[in-house]
């Protein structure tokens, strides 16, 4: 079974707008990463946010850690329509591998 | 490129027969592993390798899967019998730090069994 689940699971923004991602997740976790995968595409590693931090940001992403709730968000600011792509959360739990969510398909329109 | 590299990119095979993919990773990263996306879904963990030692498997891994990292570098994904349901996307990755597992994707093999 997946580790985590995202929300929503898809939006549909303006560019220059901002999008807002939700994970929630079941376990304890050493770190939780963020993938993007554009159509048909490996997924690409964004971020990762350790199990003691609460926020972490690179370029226009912002990445925030509740480990009492169990949950992440993403937010990218100042969206692009190359920006379109399925945004995966996944959380190690402990194991040797990543357990990912069921992604959020974003859309960026023009 | 010093990516992940895998091939086919896509594979359609008719029920029953068997199929291979193969997945180099990154040069010098020992851990690799396998996982398999379907439409919609996030990838799901199929087997990971530290160097040439498979030392994981899902219970998705069916006997009819199986897979190989003989020296410790590439690594092969066979399917055997393929099904129609075993029609998906499998995803190779690589990483070289036990810790914070950041792995690295390839671009993935699609496979269509009809």
């Known amino acids: 079974s997946q580790q985590g689940e995202e929300d929503p699971q898809a939006l549909s923004i303006q560019e220059g707008e901002n999008a807002t991602m939700n994970c929630s997740y079941k376990?304890?976790?050493?770190?939780l990463q963020w993938y993007r995968q554009n159509s048909g595409r490996g997924l690409v590693h964004l971020i990762l946010?350790?199990?003691?931090?609460r926020e972490k940001h690179s370029g226009r992403l912002r990445v925030t850690l509740d480990t009492s709730k169990k949950s992440s968000s993403l937010l990218i600011t100042a969206s692009r329509a190359a920006d379109t792509a399925s945004y995966f959360c996944?959380?190690?739990?402990?194991?040797?591998?990543?357990?990912f969510g069921t992604g959020t398909r974003l859309t960026v329109i023009p | 490129d010093t990516g992940v590299s895998q091939n086919p990119r896509h594979k359609i095979t008719k029920r029953g027969q068997n199929v291979t993919f193969r997945c180099d990773p990154i040069?010098?990263?020992?851990?690799l592993y396998w996982y398999r996306q379907t439409l919609g879904q996030g990838p799901e963990f199929l087997t990971y390798?530290?160097?040439?030692?498979?030392?994981?498997k899902s219970r998705l891994l069916s006997d009819r899967f199986s897979a190989e990292r003989p020296k410790g570098s590439f690594s092969t994904l066979e399917i055997q019998r393929t099904e129609q349901g075993d029609s998906a996307m499998y995803l190779c990755?690589?990483?070289?730090?036990?810790?914070?597992?950041?792995?690295?994707f390839g671009e993935g093999s699609w496979l269509t069994v009809v």
């Open positions: 990755a690589s990483s070289p730090d036990l810790i914070e597992n950041t792995i690295y």
């Open positions: 376990t304890s976790i050493n770190n």
């Open positions: 946010i350790r199990s003691n931090e």
């Open positions: 996944a959380t190690d739990a402990g194991a040797n591998n990543l357990f």
């Open positions: 040069s010098e990263h020992n851990r």
């Open positions: 390798f530290q160097n040439e030692a498979q030392l994981e």
